[in-house]
């Protein structure tokens, strides 16, 4: 919302404030400003001048050579206004002065004025208009200076700010910050605040107008011309109506043009920019019909029949449903209550009487309305946030104080119509200033106390020695001030938080810690970048068809009701699809690349309670590999050397290593099953993880087709992190003072090759070592190498394994040795595999 | 050649289907499929065929030729996807490997890698907080509209819902919009006094672009003991400042709208000769302790809500918050 700096002196002295302090008391007492700016530029500069001649410009139909008076001198310039002619007293802008110029999104730039030649006249300047002055948003041509409208003799050559004054400093409050405050959505409402903050009474008081009901009564005399009713509780708690006549539909003084430019507000004629004018003076939405619209003279404000066409002032057409609040003409619809008003009765160019509106809505159905209809006015930022129905007559008032001084002709005709059927309950709130205090944590003196909240409008009579029931004002007892912690707030930001002392708690001291579950992700990553890894943050969200693509079923998957992209509907259910892209992405300019991602996924589960979540939570670990080079050459560095599956291998030994910060066991790795629903998988080289029987993850190669760009072959690998946290917690409660002496016996090895079929796993040959070796004695077991090829057949391959062995209480004699290994050479024998010599 | 009638079609279909099941491999069906539907192939020919039959027939003959091309031309389509399938299979077949071989593989990369620079900034405010005194909590991104908005003291149509523009789920959750959703999970699970931070990630509907992110990370902080005042929120605000920067930091607390505290406040920091606007605090409102299941008349407290992105952003003088969750190495890297 903006805050014009002219329109709050109205209300409060402050021209010894400087803007900076203006700007600065705003932001540290009331509200955040998001900018300032200044409305009209250096009119210093600016002379009055009279049009004494106009010709054309020889080919150019619009323009006109310009000859202008200055009294001491006289100017040639051109223009291309429609309304300049002879004898007009015009604002002339002579070269190194600067006019404003507006871009489209509505911002004001300053552009130098320069003497040029234009259709092959010299333009020694430019005639200027409101826009261009920026003193008003009318640019339909230029300025015409009369004596009205500047209430002073003109005497061509003068400058511009010699005849008025209309520069100004403009604040732009951010309207977040006002969301409780809906007594601040007006000058009025600052300049409250503003005379509470510079200690200086009020100019203009409008409260008595909200509170004095006798006023009311004098504001008209007779009858009541327009009738009301209000249909029980509808929705709407006040109406008032006030007739005028003799009203006419002239432009508004340039002193209102410029005060609703400068708060970015359009304008058209008196009526229209009055109405919208007392709302940014007083706060209160008021709508002005021409009575003519009006039938029989009566309102009834109701709900709306389901269906009932409204066309809105903006011209949109509604249908209502029976939430909706209306106002109606008895029978039709001719304002949707607290937002906008109809079409059919605002005013026209010939309106010469109106029925002034003047009404209080329920905040929670006219925002529900407004949402319904995608609908955000004026209005409806001010009633949305509670505003008081007392405010609803100083409207009136203030309407009528205005017309009838900007227009002589204008009168207000009959009574006021109050219909008022649901009245604002009075707000008190136990205090104590002992509380105040201890909240803020400052020595704030109970007679500043007592003076702060006076300033803002409270009434402090009822209390004693800081103690008793406090009094707010009916401006902020709507839903904004309600608990002695709201009292807290009102005293510590006039009061200034900048003198509260910083002072350290007195507290217990305890030893806190990191959460287990950030601890071990810290481990992790440590680990991971120490072997080359880079950490991803992926969205949390996923692409269903790509994630069905990849074998994920959508059917736990949580949808995004209101998605920002049809990609990214989904909750993501793990964290593979969102690292299948980061490893396209980055294959784009990285020939090898590893990746992880810590991170959440989630799947749809019954709520458990009311304020349950719905939702299952896992954290994951996930790895992408991708070597970069031919797979042969890569599977030299490993032991054993394989031919195949070398970034297979190497990831997998990653895992284990990351397993091992939580658990001492080594993991089990388990072919998964061809038809897995994993589509990305490799049918022959994926697996599950296991540990401790428990499947936690799984890590397969990426099957062709998963990705359109990467040439080399990708392996990925996703582990559960609260089972290996688990794991983690039984690992430190199972190491406690547990320590195994170092064996002072060496041990021994004999190494062993068997022939087997070439596609069976290692571990039936674990198996069968594990059969008929004593475990006791076996220390390790290492695959030392897997050969296949020439001697021996193509279903062949032959696996080397050395076997290390040794005892804690004695080194094994040559005959225990020889024992174990024979017993071994009999278990292959009487096998399917056969010893190979 | 023949003219084609009921018969010459049944009986070319019949021979069709029966040439598809005579055949398995890949090659030899798309051959036949040639030979069949081809530009010359046969059943193509008896289409064109249907020119020399008698014009009072040729309409039901030619429905009659197009099923049985339809059928045959599926049938042979079905069986190609079949070989196709097992031929693709086969291949990978050749790539099987022993996944449950033990091997032991050098460390895989020969440089470093990185970590991403919002970890390392939440740890470094973690291990900055544990130091304070304050236990390092964790909630969930997928929240009740209870703990992200109502127990937050922000009612359903309240205009301060305005204020966080938020992803709805089917099941009537949402994917928190704050990591102020973790205050009430606390002040339920542990009992008074505490002191707490959980770190997260957050969400708000929101188009993207340099300076705008649907998801962003927060690190929220919550101390509730027994009369804690402003005095103490900015005492742990500058010590927390201090730690930071390295150095003792101007800041200045002004009002700031948030239902869930009161007072609440805007806490700006004195940076490059402005004031910037760094996080928002206040202390805690009771109606929030309340919802919690702590009576307020006993303890109070204070929260703030610290913008990790922001934090991070302006630490590494980052220019597009894209990058954060962008997963480029190119990015990464420079984090190493």
Do not use: C, K, T, Y
């Given at each position: 919302m903006k805050i014009s700096r002219n329109w709050l002196s109205d209300f409060v002295d402050f021209e010894d404030v400087s803007d900076e302090r203006f700007e600065e008391l705003i932001t540290t007492r009331v509200a955040e400003v998001d900018d300032v700016h200044h409305v009209g530029i250096d009119l210093s500069k600016i002379r009055l001048a009279k049009v004494l001649q106009t010709s054309p410009v020889p080919k150019k139909d619009k323009l006109k050579k310009v000859s202008l008076s200055l009294g001491d001198s006289e100017v040639t310039v051109v223009c291309g206004a429609a309304n300049c002619r002879e004898g007009l007293f015009v604002a002339y802008a002579p070269p190194g002065s600067s006019f404003s110029m507006q871009s489209k999104s509505g911002e004001s730039k300053r552009i130098d004025v320069l003497k040029r030649e234009v259709g092959g006249v010299e333009s020694n300047g430019l005639l200027l208009s409101e826009l261009e002055l920026d003193i008003?948003?009318?640019?339909?041509?230029?300025l015409e200076i009369t004596e009205e409208l500047v209430s002073k003799k003109l005497v061509v050559g003068t400058a511009l700010s010699e005849l008025f004054s209309l520069n100004d400093t403009v604040l732009e409050v951010d309207n977040k910050s006002l969301t409780h405050r809906p007594d601040l959505w007006s000058h009025f409402g600052f300049a409250r605040e503003l005379s509470a903050l510079v200690g200086r009474p009020l100019k203009k008081q409008i409260d008595p107008w909200a509170t004095d009901p006798s006023l009311l009564q004098k504001l008209g005399s007779g009858e009541q011309i327009t009738q009301v009713s209000i249909e029980q509780s509808c929705g709407c708690r006040r109406f008032l109506a006030l007739n005028f006549e003799g009203v006419s539909t002239m432009p508004s003084p340039l002193w209102m043009r410029n005060r609703l430019h400068a708060v970015g507000a359009g304008v058209r004629n008196l009526l229209v920019d009055l109405s919208n004018y007392v709302m940014h003076d007083i706060g209160q939405p008021n709508h002005a019909y021409d009575r003519r619209l009006v039938a029989s003279d009566s309102f009834h404000v109701r709900r709306a029949h389901d269906g009932e066409p409204l066309i809105t002032l903006d011209e949109s057409e509604l249908k209502l449903s029976v939430e909706d609040i209306v106002i109606t003409d008895g029978t039709n619809p001719v304002a949707l209550g607290g937002i906008i008003g109809g079409l059919e009765s605002s005013i026209a160019d010939d309106t010469t009487s109106l029925v002034l509106e003047s009404a209080n809505f329920d905040p929670v159905l006219v925002r529900q309305t407004a949402k319904r209809h995608g609908l955000r006015t004026d209005a409806l930022n001010r009633f949305e946030k509670s505003l008081s129905a007392y405010t609803a007559s100083t409207a009136l008032f203030r309407f009528a104080e205005l017309i009838t001084q900007i227009d002589p002709n204008a009168k207000v005709v009959g009574a006021v119509t109050d219909c008022f059927t649901t009245k604002q309950k009075s707000v008190s709130v136990p205090v104590s200033y002992q509380y105040i205090r201890e909240r803020i944590g400052a020595e704030v003196e109970d007679s500043r106390i007592d003076q702060i909240l006076s300033s803002l409008g409270f009434n402090v009579d009822a209390l004693s020695k800081g103690e008793g029931e406090l009094d707010v004002p009916y401006y902020r007892a709507t839903r904004d001030v309600s608990i002695q912690d709201d009292i807290v707030e009102e005293v510590g930001r006039i009061f200034g938080y900048e003198n509260v002392p910083e002072v350290a708690p007195k507290i217990i001291s305890k030893a806190s810690s990191l959460n287990p579950k950030s601890q071990l992700q810290y481990e992790l990553a440590d680990l991971l970048r120490g072997a080359g890894f880079s950490e991803v943050s992926n969205y949390s969200f996923m692409s269903p068809e790509r994630s069905e693509s990849l074998g994920y079923s959508l059917d736990e998957a949580i949808e995004i009701e209101?998605?920002?992209?049809s990609d990214l509907s989904r909750i993501r259910t793990s964290l593979v699809p969102g690292i299948c892209l980061a490893a396209e992405k980055n294959a784009k300019h990285s020939k090898a690349f590893s990746l992880f991602e810590i991170g959440s996924s989630y799947s749809l589960a019954e709520k458990k309670n009311k304020n349950d979540n719905g939702a299952k939570q896992s954290h994951s670990l996930c790895l992408a590999y991708c070597s970069g080079y031919s797979e042969k050459k890569g599977g030299a560095a490993l032991e054993p050397v394989v031919e195949q599956g070398e970034a297979f291998y190497s990831l997998a030994s990653v895992l284990q290593r990351v397993v091992s910060l939580a658990s001492r066991k080594k993991f089990s790795i388990e072919r998964l099953p061809e038809d897995s629903n994993l589509k990305w998988c490799h049918p022959y080289r994926s697996a599950k993880v296991s540990l401790d029987g428990v499947q936690f993850g799984v890590i397969a190669e990426a099957v062709k087709?998963?990705?359109?760009?990467?040439?080399s072959r990708v392996v990925i690998a996703e582990i559960d992190l609260d089972f290996l946290l688990e794991k983690a917690h039984s690992k430190v409660e199972s190491s406690k003072g547990v320590f195994t002496p170092i064996s002072k016996y060496p041990d021994s090895f004999f190494e062993m090759s068997v022939v087997m079929p070439i596609r069976e796993e290692f571990s039936s040959l674990r198996g069968l070592i594990e059969e008929h070796v004593d475990m006791s004695l076996l220390r390790n077991l290492e695959v030392v190498s897997v050969y296949s090829g020439a001697p021996l057949a193509d279903d062949e391959k032959s696996v080397s394994v050395k076997l290390y062995l040794g005892a804690n209480d004695r080194t094994l004699s040559g005959d225990e040795l020889q024992s174990v290994q024979d017993g071994l050479m009999r278990g292959v024998d009487s096998s399917r595999f056969q010893l190979r010599s | 050649m023949d003219t084609v009638s009921e018969a010459s079609i049944e009986s070319a279909k019949k021979g069709a289907l029966q040439e598809i099941s005579n055949l398995s491999s890949l090659k030899d069906l798309e051959l036949l499929k040639t030979d069949l539907l081809g530009k010359k192939g046969r059943i193509t020919s008896m289409m064109k065929g249907?020119?020399?039959?008698?014009p009072s027939k040729r309409k039901d003959l030619g429905a009659m030729l197009n099923v049985a091309k339809g059928e045959v031309e599926q049938e042979i389509l079905d069986r190609i996807a079949v070989a196709k399938a097992a031929k693709d299979k086969a291949a990978l077949e050749k790539e099987w490997i022993d996944v449950e071989l033990p091997v032991k593989a050098p460390l895989l990369n020969k440089e470093v890698g990185s970590i991403h620079p919002l970890t390392s900034v939440q740890r470094e405010l973690e291990q900055i907080f544990v130091g304070l005194g304050f236990d390092v909590v964790d909630g969930p991104e997928v929240e009740s509209e209870y703990y992200n908005f109502d127990a937050l003291?922000?009612?359903?149509?309240?205009?301060?819902?305005?204020?966080q523009d938020t992803f709805w789920l089917e099941n009537g959750s949402l994917l928190r919009t704050q990591t102020s959703a973790i205050q009430v999970r606390a002040l339920e699970q542990r009992e008074p006094p505490l002191r707490i931070v959980a770190p997260g990630r957050c969400f708000r509907y929101e188009r993207i672009d340099a300076t705008h992110e649907h998801t962003f990370y927060q690190m929220e902080g919550m101390m509730i003991d027994r009369n804690v005042t402003v005095g103490h929120l900015i005492y742990f605000m500058k010590t927390l400042l201090r730690e930071i920067f390295g150095k003792e930091q101007e800041i200045r607390l002004r009002p700031g709208y948030f239902p869930f505290v009161e007072p609440g406040f805007e806490l700006d920091i004195w940076f490059n000769g402005k004031w910037m606007e760094l996080l928002p605090c206040g202390l805690v409102h009771p109606k929030v302790l309340e919802a919690g299941g702590i009576d307020p008349k006993e303890w109070q407290g204070f929260a703030f809500g610290l913008g990790l992105s922001r934090l991070v952003m302006s630490r590494f003088q980052i220019d597009d918050i894209r990058h954060l969750q962008g997963c480029d190495l190119r990015f990464m890297k420079q984090f190493s």
């Open positions: 008003g948003s009318d640019n339909s041509g230029i209101n998605p920002v992209d087709g998963v990705f359109d760009d990467v040439s | 249907l020119r020399d039959v008698d003291n922000i009612p359903d149509e309240h205009p301060a819902r305005d204020m």
